[in-house]
């Protein structure tokens, strides 16, 4: 099937968070462009199996079926190579829900996780809402790329016996990979560095691999878990086809976590039946079997949307600098050239350029003075976007 994602489909008096927002940016004729679901429809093998499993009309409790484990296994293996056991997966209502057991299962409160900022924001309150403590280990940034700071993520660890003394109470990393919102796919030799501090000194690193498959660059994903047997056995992987496959309202991911005596920690703390619905379960399925064509004309279009913006910025907008991602379908744009305080370029974005972004100083440190762009959406919606913004930017 060709699916055409030139076709505007109007989200408004949906209930959608994205569209249905005035309360939030104070008018309801903003071009919206946060929050990180696509504004396109999700693939018809998917819509076929949501529809067949609601024509059956009993909605009672459920389990994931062993087919769906099958899907995420083979799959899994074919795309990374990653031999993972049926027994390995656990199922959560979205990873920022699994995100909160994983902080609620191996930490006690005023434990140490560390983020690497600017980063994905829900990672702060899963942390904080467990009584933890947030620890920074900000991400370097030369103007153009972002990489990690290994050397600073090594003191993190280390007791500072000088005044101000300090004693590490580092228990977790999370990890975002790939890293939303400055786009990079880590390489291999990036992550085994950051994998072997994490095994050197016993953290528990929890990857957040949601935009595993988005892949806008040429660029390779790899499974941290796939580093090493040792990495393997130290990581809790969440991954899911919400971002992927547009899926994000039926709240269904899951967590691999091949360590037996964690896995069974982690399944412990869950709150209750939290771990997913049918419909979820069959959307899910559909979109690891069937899903392939889709994503292929997806890739296509969002790595044409990303030149697009980027050509447009470059060769229209002086002052803005876009750092293209390798991954995701969020664009991260540099504004700091044009001299405002954080709160003067969110009103600015909102009222004069008349766009919903997420405004970059959400995402923590290094964040102030960027606005993060969603590019998922109908090239024509994206070039009413740009022509708003070279106008306000124009007009300064
Ligand atoms: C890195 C990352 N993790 C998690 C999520 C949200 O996942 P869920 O909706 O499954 O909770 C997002 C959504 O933008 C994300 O970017």
Redesign the pocket.
Known sequence: MIYNFDDIINRKNTNSRKWDNAQLFGSDDLINMW???MDFPSPEPVVKAIKERAEYPIYGYSFPPDSLYEAIVERLYRNYGWKIKKEWIVF????????YSAVKAFTYPGDEVVVQPP??Y??YNAIRDNGCQVLHNHLAFDGERYTMDLNKLEELFKPVTSFPVRVPRVKMLFL?S???PVGRVWSREELTALGRICVKNNCVLVS?E??NELLVGDVKHTVTATISRELEQQTIT?M?A??TFNL?GL???FAVIPNDYWRKEFISSRAGHNSGNFFGFAALEAAFRYGDEYLHQLLSYLRANVRFFTDYIDNKIPGLKVIKPEG?Y?AWVDMRNLGMSALELRDFIRCKARLALDDGYAFGPGGDGFQRFNLACPRIVLQQALERLEQAVEEL
């Open positions: 929050i990180a679901d959560t209502a979205g990873v920022v829900n699994g995100l980063v994905y829900p990672f975002c790939p890293h939303n957040d949601i935009h969440f899911s919400s971002k994000a709240a269904t991911s995701t969020l």
